[in-house]
């Protein structure tokens, strides 16, 4: 089992609407969470960490943590073709070091 | 804002052959992160750096071995190149090492070995 599980995709939503992407991670002590966006052949942009309990917003952009249900998400509002990327959640599972693990990611495609 | 800077972008070897990557962190960052994603995979951690120490190693061979310089830039030497090397290979900076901190991609060197 992988540490850090996505639905690999493709997720399709309409422009304008809600996208929901989650991520589930194996590690119950782990303490930082991180979404990063990827466009192909680009390179990781991180969007949101968060490292407590509940929603996190910024702009467009909501994170949700539930440490007990070991369960991440990102809510995408209003969507926009430019959305349309790999999204990646990344753990840092032991606070002794720094290393992310990344999960597969999740494809959105934005329909306009 | 300045972001990591990596060099080359590019670069093709043939086998058996070594190649250095270059990475340039964010100003005022200390702590380098070197990862590898092959096609259609997940970034995976290689090694990092704190301060000039290496400070976490993960699945990176013993081909490969890396260094943080005094102005923190960071090189990752790969010898005897083998197929399987070719992938995207990226540089991460953040300012501290604890699980905390943020970590910054830059562009990334894609390596193609023939």
Redesign the interface.
């Known amino acids: 089992q992988k540490e850090v599980e996505q639905n690999s995709g493709p997720l399709s939503v309409p422009e304008g609407a809600i996208a929901s992407l989650n991520c589930t991670y194996s590690d119950r002590g782990s303490q930082s969470f991180f979404w990063y966006r990827q466009y192909s052949g680009k390179s990781p942009e991180l969007i949101m960490s968060i490292y407590s309990n509940g929603d996190k917003e910024d702009g467009r952009f909501t994170a949700q943590l539930n440490k007990a249900s070991q369960y991440v998400s990102l809510l995408i509002r209003d969507s926009q073709p430019s959305d349309s990327a790999t999204y990646l959640c990344a753990v840092n599972s032991d606070f002794g070091n720094e290393k992310l693990t990344f999960g597969t990611g999740t494809r959105l495609t934005i329909i306009p | 804002a300045a972001g990591v800077i990596q060099s080359p972008r590019h670069l093709i070897k043939e086998k058996r052959e070594t190649a250095t990557l270059k990475c340039y962190p964010i100003p005022r960052h200390d ?1 380098v ?1 070197w ?1 590898q994603q092959g096609p259609g ?5 290689l090694i ?1 750096f ?1 301060e000039k120490m290496q ?2 190693k ?1 699945s990176i061979p013993d081909r490969f071995s890396a260094q943080q310089f005094s102005d923190y830039h960071s090189e990752l030497n790969m010898s005897s190149l083998e197929l399987g090397d070719s992938a ?1 290979y ?1 540089c991460a900076s ?1 300012l501290g ?12 060197t894609r390596l193609t070995v023939l």
């Open positions: 702590t992160y990862y995979q997940d970034p995976q951690f990092s704190y400070s976490d993960g995207l990226f953040s090492r604890t699980g905390y901190n943020e970590q910054f991609f830059g562009p990334g």
